[in-house]
């Protein structure tokens, strides 16, 4: 895998290990600081709001000013971002703590964008491996996430969790050095003037629905599940860092499997993978219905990772072979759009489900979504094999 690939997956490293982080804080920041329980996820949601109104523009800019320049502003932002959350907590204002995880999640949004632009550098027979190898730079924010969380608590001890901004601001530092290394090719001519077809056609295409349900549906529901576990483990008395341990092992299982999903797929096929993927999502679910001991929900979390990572990477590699060149601006940016809109709704909705309904019913409410994404999946993949032998 050539060196640019080996970059991104260290970017990719870096923006996941920050989100992490914030994962692992966010919520628990918003119980102390809202002014009710309705919005103890707000903040959370607030970063999701900010992804997704950066989905569009961001692919759109880059096509204009190129891939690195485009992250260089998306990590500039996530900076921006990062300062306006510690100034937050200095005073405690929940306002500003919202608007800076707003700006983080702009940043963030520029970064999904980090495994198209693997594509782009390597060889087309290597597609396939450099999504799963940036996607597999998670592992490292596996273990140094949770722990740059817990360890952080003691840089500002006068004010819980404001350490870990500090952490966030300097990962994001790390990356705007990491990409002055990357060489990513100019956009080729077809990109600019090839031929195109109207975004409803695209939108309509059996293969493209089906990748965005399988993105959709594996990532709005792993990022409900994962927003309201820390709520739900402080709810059963478990200290911080048992959380984060948690955490830990769901990021772990969210991108270990990443050094071989391309594997997988190349041997069985995209869909058959995001089946597995629903099926272990499936048992995530039945676990956390059964208990709620430290052991529950540590394999239920790390059930949820890998199946996201079973359904998430296959939808992603899935996407890349229904557009054109000069299509893919604005095809990435409508996939990205409709992915995290319905995730900036789980993470809106995770802190009152958890509050309101209960960690059992929340649970329960997931069921038929992810069995509706598996039957979306497998009737466009009836059509698309249809539409292919007339």
């Known amino acids: 895998m050539n060196i640019n690939v080996v970059l ?181 001519g077809d990109e600019h003037h090839g031929p195109t077809r109207p975004i409803r056609e695209i939108l309509a295409q059996p293969d493209f629905i089906s990748a965005v349900v399988a993105g959709m549906v594996g990532y709005a529901v792993m990022n409900l599940l994962m927003t309201a576990t820390p709520l739900a483990m402080q709810r059963c008395g478990y200290e911080f860092s048992t959380v984060a341990n948690v955490i830990e092992w769901h990021v772990l299982g969210m991108f270990l499997p990443s050094f071989f999903t391309g594997s997988l797929v190349n041997r069985f096929g995209i869909k058959p993978i995001i089946y597995c993927g629903a099926a272990l999502f499936v048992g995530c679910i039945a676990i956390n219905m059964t208990g709620t001991s430290e052991w529950h929900f540590f394999i239920a979390l790390l059930l949820l990772g890998v199946g996201w990572n079973f359904m998430f990477i296959p939808a992603t590699q899935l996407l890349t072979g229904t557009y054109k060149p000069a299509e893919k601006a604005k095809s990435q940016a409508a996939n990205e759009f409709l992915v995290f809109g319905v995730v900036t709704l789980s993470a809106l909705t995770s802190g009152w489900l958890e509050a309101s309904l209960g960690w059992f019913t929340m649970n329960w409410m997931m069921l038929p979504v992810v069995l509706w994404a598996v039957a979306v999946v497998y009737l466009m993949d009836r059509k698309a094999k249809a539409m292919a032998t007339v």
């Open 8 to 188: 991104l997956a260290l970017c990719q490293a870096l923006l996941t290990t920050g989100n992490v982080l914030l994962v692992s804080v966010t919520a628990l920041i918003g119980r102390d600081l809202a002014p009710s329980d309705a919005l103890i996820t707000l903040p959370v949601a607030m970063q999701f709001v900010g992804l997704m109104a950066a989905t569009i523009p961001a692919s759109l800019i880059m096509k204009r000013i190129g891939r690195k320049n485009g992250f260089y502003l998306g990590n500039s932002i996530g900076i921006s971002g990062a300062l306006a959350c510690i100034l937050a907590l200095n005073g405690a204002q929940f306002g500003l703590f919202c608007a800076g995880t707003f700006l983080l999640g702009i940043g963030i949004g520029f970064g999904t964008l980090y495994r198209f632009a693997a594509v782009e550098v390597c060889a087309p027979e290597q597609k396939n491996r450099a999504i799963s190898m940036v996607m597999a730079g998670g592992v490292l924010a596996a273990v140094a996430g949770p722990q740059l969380a817990v360890s952080s608590q003691e840089w500002i001890e006068a004010i819980p969790f404001q350490g870990a901004f500090v952490g966030l601001l300097i990962l994001y530092i790390i990356a705007l050095v990491l990409l002055s290394l990357i060489r990513i090719p100019a956009a080729s």
